[in-house]
């Protein structure tokens, strides 16, 4: 073997198509996840028939298939009729009545939008919506800031079926009850993959985003077991691309354990990446922040403390951290008395730009 055989030359790379790592991207073949789309499926029919169809609630913890198993069955639903039209919300985006029927109308192709308020844009969608039949999506659903269109879709679209995707498994508890009494949904949960199904999504996202054959076989595993320990497909995504960053800086032809092992150790700052990857205590403080916009530090801790037992500087790196993923800006000024103090606000371009 020549001395430079194993180097990668400028001009090559070990990614062949490496948006099929994107987060956002629905492979051709949702594995593992048929029984799922056969329910979601299964609620749509009555519409083909002319009849209501089922309104369902979607839940299970983060990363693991929910919302590209959704894309599939409206991707595969486009396919087969336009007399259905899939509406998909992420309604981390979209989290008013205005932005949402707004969406709708784009999606209807209803172009008079403009100084028109939202409930008259829902109206004129309304009347386009209801000569076919619909089915909606509500993704991040606890996320929406008022559910008004809820109850809106509800009454006024005739033929529809609602699926409503949340992490929060008791989040119905937390919907008006006027909306709940007209729409009882069933509950389809989704349960975590487990070894097996986990290196199955990897191994068929590796084979689609790389180069054949560049991977060492260790490196891979390494990448399916910390994804297992983590339990978030987005984890193995993630590391797929950043293991195989790794080994292009250092020109290799193959992907090996030093490179993966250098993508486990930027775990850290991915993990408050974006709002999917944060934690019980992150999302809380983000709330808070929320709710009282300019909230300083020291006020902050007051309400942090009422909940968690911890320390004022804990709370310090949490804010510091989320302040490094972009999801809180911090202004720091100076107090009448001279002192410093900071003003804390929800980043707000980042939360809606996933
Ligand atoms: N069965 C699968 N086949 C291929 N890719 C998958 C599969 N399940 C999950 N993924 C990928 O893993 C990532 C996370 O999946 P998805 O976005 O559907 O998670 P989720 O359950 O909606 O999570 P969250 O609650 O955080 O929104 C996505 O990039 C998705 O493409
Ligand atoms: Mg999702």
């Known amino acids: 073997m020549g001395l430079f055989d194993d180097m990668l030359k400028d001009s090559e790379s070990l990614f ?152 929060e498994k008791d989040w119905l508890a937390k919907l008006d009850q006027r909306i709940r009494s007209r729409m009882i949904p069933e509950i389809l949960e989704f349960e975590p993959y487990n070894y097996d199904e986990t290196k199955g999504i990897l191994e068929q996202r590796k084979e689609s985003a790389f180069v054949s054959g560049i991977w060492d076989d260790d490196a891979f595993e390494k990448v399916v077991e910390k994804t297992v320990e983590l339990g978030d497909i987005r984890v193995g995504l993630h590391m797929l691309r950043e293991s195989g960053n790794a080994a292009e800086i250092k020109s290799s032809k193959k992907i090996r354990m030093p490179h993966v092992e250098s993508a486990v150790k930027k775990l850290d700052s991915f993990k408050i990446r974006d709002s999917k990857d944060l934690g019980e205590e992150e999302n809380f403080i983000i709330e808070l922040v929320k709710a009282k916009p300019d909230i300083n530090l020291v006020q902050l801790y007051e309400d942090y403390k009422k909940k968690y037992n911890q320390s004022y500087r804990t709370l310090q790196r949490k804010v510091a951290d989320l302040e490094g993923a972009g999801l809180l800006s911090v202004k720091e000024s100076t107090t009448k008395q001279g002192g410093k103090t900071s003003s804390l606000n929800v980043a707000s371009k980042k939360l809606t730009e996933f």
Not at 41 to 48: D, E, W
Not at 79 to 102: G, V
Not at 130 to 151: G, P
């Open 16 to 167: 062949l198509n490496e948006m099929e790592l994107d987060y956002d991207y629905v492979p051709k073949i949702v594995k593992y996840r048929e029984d799922q789309q056969q329910h979601m499926a299964t609620c749509i029919k009555p519409l083909f028939q002319n009849r209501n169809g089922t309104h369902l609630l979607i839940t299970g913890r983060s990363g693991i298939g929910k919302t590209v198993a959704v894309k599939k069955v409206f991707e595969d639903l486009e396919k087969e009729t336009l007399d259905i039209i899939p509406i998909y919300i992420n309604c981390w985006k979209k989290d008013t009545f205005y932005k949402i029927a707004l969406h709708i109308c784009e999606k209807v192709g209803y172009k008079w939008v403009h100084n028109k308020k939202g409930d008259e844009l829902f109206k004129e969608a309304c009347a386009l919506l209801n000569k076919k039949k619909v089915v909606f999506c509500f993704d991040e659903v606890d996320k929406l800031e008022e559910q008004s269109i809820l109850y809106s879709v509800v009454e006024d679209v005739y033929k529809k079926s609602i699926f409503m995707v949340t992490n």
